[in-house]
């Protein structure tokens, strides 16, 4: 089996369209040297090698006398085609692209990331080099091959405040946890070695370690930026990259779905950083699953928190270190063995897309999938030689057919797979860019189709790390097959063509239409349709899986040849809210809630406790308990039964506090309380930080901008939350869910069916 799997791979990595060149084998980094080298790190045979190249850079121009009066060393080379950038000047040192960016500023009128710049240059030196080269990196090595160090910290908060801040003197670091891939671990204790020791121990463990990998979670937005604050103020150098520099920031932006973070990027020479809270964030944007993007929370949702995990309050950190400070060192080292262990699940398919695009390890996690698939074409269309179109400007595109046909509570539930659609109606009709004269577009989507169902075919007969190596392969396959259709409505992408996306979801519509007509007319009910899939109830001569396909088979009358929909989901039962808002019971018993409405993070904790519960009773057929239910929660509220972290309600600041003020001033928002107490706290909030509140005082007339504390001042031996409030909010969830209880099974609702236009970078997910 291993011959099965080695062979596989070396013919996936083999294909020069997908991959990188497969000579340039083993690359952990690729840093800028010197003004006209790169500096190459490989892992071969588990050593570390250094080489110095050359270093690539280019410009693409549309005409060539924008070059008129610019006097650096430069090449000239005319693609081919009648692209508008058809003139590619390459470059070989980092003075002469700035020299040739500052003059092209400066004769066009244009910047560089100017909608109608008559130039185009990637703000990357790094992707630059990559892209010309066709290098990637990690070709040849396995997940297990990195040398990853984890990083956590413990602060010291001063008597007197409630969060710790680096510009404080006693506010110093007392606990430095570091763990790797090999199993080691270490404490620096803030008992044993005052702060610069500490500090100064730390880049000596780096150096001697010598990781490839720098993990941690929030690295970005609390360790780094507190370890640079406190070494500046005892003047040690972090040097931690491996020419011995030291770590290097700059503000960035990070966009997450529809939030854009700001936050500090950090830079390591020679090594890449991998946050563990930015992988989870976008690993919510598909599974929406997660309550909280807090390491302790997440090491409990994926089950790598071990028995004996030792908890400690956060507001408590001080007062452990003073008191019990083993305790307190134990609890840190967990934290950097939950980092190593959250950073193992949900690192891998960056790992294999470090393999695929011309970026590094730390920054292909950082950019959107549209993007990515837009480099990967322009490298494509470089390595032969041809001229990049411009995009086309933004156009609607038209969204998927959805439609909630039955509400209620069904029974024996199916569900029938249409997220392959896309992708399948793309390669049946050949459907791609316009702009693609070459066909890289479908070949790329063909070979990872392909490939993908090759890979998780092998992958079941295969175990240990064989099985995970592949499972990370095809679930990237499955990312890739699925931003394809997104990246034809990719206002930013070169090769974008809106005319076609709406013929895809125009095509899709129609085959959908027809199947779920079809089934009507089969005798099933179909209770909703959306981008996933089709969920019915089959018709009630459908009593076992052959029966089941034998009714797929019938739908091959209305679908074109080459597509066929599958069942990929048996459901005992289904609660239908409203559109795209459902529960699923399993056969094991477990419920998969989706939708805004029913799982939305505008709730409180106890809320979607007190949903869930009733969904579980609607789909078991006991609504009859669903009152008594009711009552239960709101004694207990009486009786302040229910905790803190039941009632209160976490939320992320979307804006900076300046923003937040200046809204407030021009009437432009509400007030809102999660930022009145951002302001009112002494800790330095940004843009992307969680806060906790509940509210307090009596009575519905309470405001809650003005009534809200901080959940960590909670007093469990005094409670003041208000009691009428919470009540309040459970009678409106009460009367919402109640219906489904006085009206069993299915029934018609009253909305019509719904076409939504679709994002700009839409998603289709696989299952």
């Known amino acids: 089996m291993a011959g099965r799997y080695q062979e596989l791979a070396q013919r996936f990595y083999e294909n020069r369209l997908l991959f990188g060149d497969p000579t340039e084998r083993g690359i952990v980094a690729v840093e800028i040297a010197s003004a006209t080298e790169v500096e190459i790190f490989r892992r071969i045979a588990g050593n570390l090698t250094r080489q110095r190249r050359p270093l690539r850079l280019f ?58 710049a008559p130039y185009l240059v ?27 160090m984890q990083l956590d910290i413990e602060t010291y908060v001063s008597p007197g405040f409630e969060f710790p801040s680096p510009a404080r003197e006693d506010d110093r670091v007392i606990a430095i946890s570091i763990t790797d891939s090999t199993g080691y671990e270490q404490l620096l204790s803030g008992k044993d070695m005052d702060e610069r020791t500490m500090l100064t121990e730390l880049v000596r463990i780096v150096a001697e370690g010598d990781p490839d990998i720098i993990e941690g979670h929030n690295l970005f937005r609390f360790d780094f930026e507190y370890l640079e604050a406190r070494a500046r103020r005892h003047r040690v150098k972090l040097a931690l990259g491996r020419d011995g520099s030291e770590l290097r920031a700059r503000p960035s932006r990070l966009q997450i779905a ?27 944007i598909s599974s929406r699953e997660l309550e909280g993007f807090g390491l302790k929370q997440l090491a409990q949702h994926f089950g790598i928190a071990r028995e004996a995990r030792v908890y400690i309050d956060a507001a408590r950190v001080s007062e452990y270190f003073d008191r019990e400070p083993k305790t307190l060192f134990e609890y840190a080292l967990d934290d950097a063995r939950e980092t190593r262990g959250l950073a193992e699940i949900l690192s891998p398919s960056y790992f294999v897309q470090a393999k695929i695009f011309p970026y590094s390890y730390q920054t292909v996690v950082l950019r959107g999938n549209a993007t990515r698939i837009n480099a990967l074409m322009m490298r494509a269309y470089l390595a032969a030689g041809h001229s990049i179109p411009a995009p086309q400007p933004p156009a609607p595109v038209a969204g998927g057919y959805t439609e909630m046909r039955r509400s209620g509570v069904a029974r024996g539930v199916l569900h029938c797979d249409v997220t392959s659609l896309y992708p399948s109606l793309m390669l049946q009709y050949h459907q791609a860019p316009s702009a693609d004269r070459l066909g890289v577009f479908l070949k790329l989507l063909g070979d990872l189709r392909s490939f993908r169902v090759q890979a998780k075919a092998l992958a079941r007969e295969l175990d240990g790390v064989e099985r995970r190596n592949l ?4 679930q990237t396959f499955k990312i890739l097959i699925n931003s394809f259709y997104g990246y034809l409505g990719f206002g930013l992408g070169h090769f974008n063509d809106f005319a076609v996306a709406n013929e895809v979801t125009r095509r899709g519509r129609e085959l959908i239409r027809r199947a779920v007509e079809e089934l009507e007319r089969l005798g099933a009910q179909v209770v909703e349709v959306d981008t996933d899939g089709i969920y019915f109830v089959p018709p009630v001569d ?25 069942i990929d989901g048996r459901y005992p039962a289904m609660f239908s809210y409203k559109m795209k808002n459902y529960v699923l019971l399993d056969e094991e018993g477990e419920m998969t809630i989706r939708g805004s409405g029913l799982k939305s993070r505008g709730l409180e904790r106890f809320q979607r406790r007190f949903m869930e519960e009733i ?17 239960d929660y709101r004694a207990r509220l009486e009786r302040h039964e229910i905790g803190i972290a039941e009632l209160m309600k976490t939320e992320t600041l979307q804006d900076s506090l300046d923003s937040y003020r200046s809204k407030i001033s021009g009437k432009r928002r509400n007030l809102s309380a999660a930022y009145e107490l951002a302001l009112r706290s002494e800790r330095r909030y940004q843009s992307g930080d969680q806060i906790s509140y509940y509210v307090t005082g009596r009575g519905l007339r309470t ?46 609702p009253a909305p019509e069916p719904e076409e939504a236009e679709a994002p700009e970078q839409q998603q289709l997910l696989l299952e």
């Open 471 to 474: 499972e990370a392969l095809q």
């Open 542 to 566: 459908v009593t076992d899986e052959a029966g089941e396909e034998a009714l797929i088979d019938k739908l091959a009358v209305v679908l074109p040849e080459g597509i066929r929909l599958e």
């Open 258 to 284: 529809e939030r854009s973070i700001a936050y500090r990027r950090y830079d390591i020479y020679g090594r890449n950083i991998i946050d563990t809270w930015i992988l989870a964030q976008h690993y919510d």
């Open 59 to 116: 410009v693409l121009l549309d005409d060539r006398t924008h070059l008129r009066g610019f006097k650096g060393p430069h090449e000239v080379r005319t693609l081919d085609g009648d692209f508008r950038f058809r003139h590619l000047i390459t470059l070989a040192s980092g003075e002469a692209l700035e020299a040739l960016k500052r003059h092209l500023r400066n004769t066009t009128g244009q910047a560089p990331n100017a909608p109608d």
């Open 615 to 631: 969904f579980r009773l609607l789909m078991e057929d006991r609504p009859a308990e669903i009152s008594k239910l009711h009552d």
């Open 122 to 148: 990637l703000a990357d030196p790094i992707e630059q080099h990559l892209m010309l080269t066709g290098t990637t990196y990690f070709t040849g090595l396995e997940f297990s091959d990195l040398v990853r």
């Open 703 to 748: 405001r809650v901008a003005e009534a809200a504390r901080l959940a960590s001042e909670y007093d469990p031996t005094r409670p003041d939350e208000n009691v009428i409030y919470y009540q309040a909010k459970l009678a409106e969830l009460y009367d919402k869910f109640r219906i489904f209880a006085e009206r069993p099974g299915l029934f018609i």
